[in-house]
């Protein structure tokens, strides 16, 4: 596609829940990230791949979370247990690794109730 | 700790005139630092970069500033266009477009006509 598309756009579950957010990069990018944003936050890193494998999972909150790029291509963020706390925009963005930055998806808005 | 700072929370400017994005950092590792802009619900779009190795970088009507001895960068808009009413977020890298991202909390810009 165009751009990077992350599914859904929002997401409502009960505390306790387990959820999967989905993230379809750019065609072709290698690299792929997730960030979450909270509210007044600027995005904050989680995990990095690069292909299929996490070069840097140093963000993950806790072990709770979980992330995988099976196929170097879509990504999976997967919380379980869920808590109030990760209420927030979940943000996926790719990269070809060139000097233009990452393009982000639009986010998932993910409300823990 | 906050390692990317920008201490305005919020920017008025009336269009045509300049409008100045200020960031601070702190770590010296950092070499490569962003600008992204972010319209509600949506994510952000990347808008311009500056290296290190440079002190300014101009795209149209977007130049960057970096003061490396200050820890400093900013982010110049002229003319400012009411287009340009968006959340900006600096940003910071210790690689070259392939290293995780550390974000400030971001600037409100209001442009009025």
């Known amino acids: 596609g165009a751009g990077v598309s992350q599914t859904p756009s929002n997401k409502v579950t009960e505390k306790g829940k387990y959820v999967e957010l989905r993230c379809d990069p750019i065609?072709?990018?290698?690299?792929l990230y997730w960030y979450r944003q909270s509210l007044g936050q600027g995005p904050e890193f989680l995990i990095y791949?690069?292909?299929?494998?996490?070069?840097?999972d140093s963000g993950l909150p806790n072990d709770r979370f979980f992330a995988v790029r099976p196929e170097g291509s879509v990504s999976t963020l997967k919380i379980q247990r869920t808590e109030r706390g990760d209420s927030a925009v979940y943000l996926c963005?790719?990269?070809?690794?060139?000097?233009?930055?990452?393009?982000f998806g639009s986010g998932t808005r993910l409300t823990v109730v | 700790d906050q390692q990317v700072k920008q201490n305005s929370p919020s920017l008025s400017v009336q269009e045509g005139r300049i409008s100045i994005l200020n960031c601070d950092y702190t770590?010296?590792?950092?070499?490569?630092f962003l600008w992204y802009k972010k319209y509600p619900a949506e994510g952000p779009t990347f808008l311009i970069s500056?290296?290190?190795?440079?002190d300014k970088n101009e795209d149209g009507r977007f130049t960057v500033f970096l003061n490396k001895s200050a820890k400093h960068l900013s982010l110049h808009i002229v003319p400012s266009q009411p287009g340009d009413s968006a959340v900006y977020f600096c940003?910071?890298?210790?690689?070259?477009?392939?290293?995780?991202?550390?974000f400030g909390t971001g600037t409100r810009l209001q442009v009025f006509p």
């Open positions: 940003a910071a890298s210790g690689a070259y477009n392939t290293d995780k991202l550390i």
């Open positions: 500056i290296s290190s190795i440079k």
């Open positions: 065609s072709g990018h290698t690299a």
């Open positions: 963005a790719s990269s070809s690794g060139g000097g233009d930055g990452y393009t």
């Open positions: 770590n010296s590792m950092f070499d490569y």
């Open positions: 791949f690069q292909g299929t494998g996490a070069a840097d």
